[in-house]
C-alpha cells in the first residue's frame, strides 16, 4: 500500500460544485502539504500544514480551503469549482526531523472542471 | 522570494549516451537542492538533494548533480542513459534560513531516450 494515499484519483466535475480532494499517510509525520501541478509552471504549493492546528496559505491558495482532521489526513476542498482549477493535484508529506525538506507524494488527483 | 529555473522543456537522448538535465535558481539565502522524478501517472519521486558538503551528489537510480554555487545552479547528470528514465524531472530549492520545508519547483523538463 502507498504511504501516501489520495482520493479520488480522477474526478471530472462542473463549474460552481464543490469538491473534496483527500490524503491520508501511514509515514507518521507531521507536516503535509497540497500542491497542483500545471504543464510548465511545475509544482504550486496550495496549503500546508505543520501539525493538527496548524494551517498555513501557500502562494496560490485562492479559491480553495484545507482541513487537517488528524495528523495523518489533510483534505483540500473548492467550494466552488472553476475551470482554471482543472489541475493535478498532489498531497505530499515531511519529516520535522532533519528539516532539510525531503518530500514524499502521493500519486495525485486529476481533476477536471467543465 | 526563492525560485528555480528548467530552461528546456524536453532533452532527448540516445540510450548509452550522458544525459544532462538544467537546473538554475534563485535564494536569498544558502540553498538546499533537490531533484525529483515523475513517471508516468504517478507522483513525484525524491532522486537526490544537496545540503551540504560535497558538491557532486550521488543519488537513485545512477543520477548525480553537481552544486555549482557561483553558477548558481544545479544540473542532473547521468553518465548513460536508459530508456526507462524516459519521464520529467523537477528541480526544487529551499531557501535554508525559510521557516518550514516549503520547495519551490521548476517547469520540468521532459526526457526522452531513444533506443
Known amino acids: 500500500d502507498a504511504d501516501v494515499t489520495q482520493t479520488p484519483r480522477n474526478r471530472i466535475t462542473k463549474t460552481g460544485k464543490r469538491i473534496m480532494l483527500e490524503c491520508s499517510q501511514t509515514k507518521g509525520h507531521d507536516r503535509m502539504y497540497w500542491y497542483r501541478q500545471d504543464p510548465g509552471l511545475g509544482l504550486r504549493l496550495i496549503y500546508y500544514?505543520?501539525?493538527?492546528?496548524?494551517?498555513n496559505k501557500g502562494e496560490i491558495s485562492d479559491g480553495y480551503s484545507v482541513s487537517r482532521q488528524a495528523q495523518a489526513k489533510f483534505s483540500l476542498s473548492l467550494e466552488s469549482a472553476i475551470p482554471n482549477q482543472t489541475a493535478l493535484y498532489f498531497c505530499?508529506?515531511?519529516?520535522?526531523?532533519?528539516?532539510?525538506?525531503?518530500?514524499?507524494f502521493g500519486e495525485g488527483s486529476r481533476l477536471t472542471v467543465l | 522570494a526563492q525560485s528555480v529555473a528548467q530552461p528546456e522543456d524536453q532533452v532527448n537522448v540516445a540510450e548509452g549516451n550522458p544525459l544532462t538535465v538544467k537546473c538554475t535558481y534563485s535564494v536569498s539565502g544558502n540553498p538546499y537542492l533537490f531533484w525529483y522524478v515523475q513517471y508516468p501517472n504517478r507522483g513525484l519521486q525524491f532522486l537526490l538533494k544537496?545540503?551540504?558538503?560535497?558538491?557532486l551528489v550521488k543519488g537513485s537510480y545512477g543520477f548525480e548533480a553537481e552544486f555549482n554555487k557561483s553558477q548558481t545552479s544545479f544540473h542532473l547528470k547521468k553518465p548513460s542513459a536508459l530508456v526507462s528514465d524516459s519521464a520529467l524531472y523537477f528541480c526544487a530549492v529551499r531557501d535554508r534560513r525559510a521557516a518550514g520545508n516549503k520547495l519551490t519547483f521548476g517547469g520540468g523538463t521532459r526526457v526522452l531516450v531513444k533506443p
Open positions: 500544514s505543520f501539525d493538527v492546528k496548524d494551517i
Open positions: 544537496y545540503i551540504t558538503g560535497d558538491n
Open positions: 505530499a508529506t515531511s519529516d520535522r526531523t532533519g528539516n532539510t525538506g525531503e518530500l514524499f
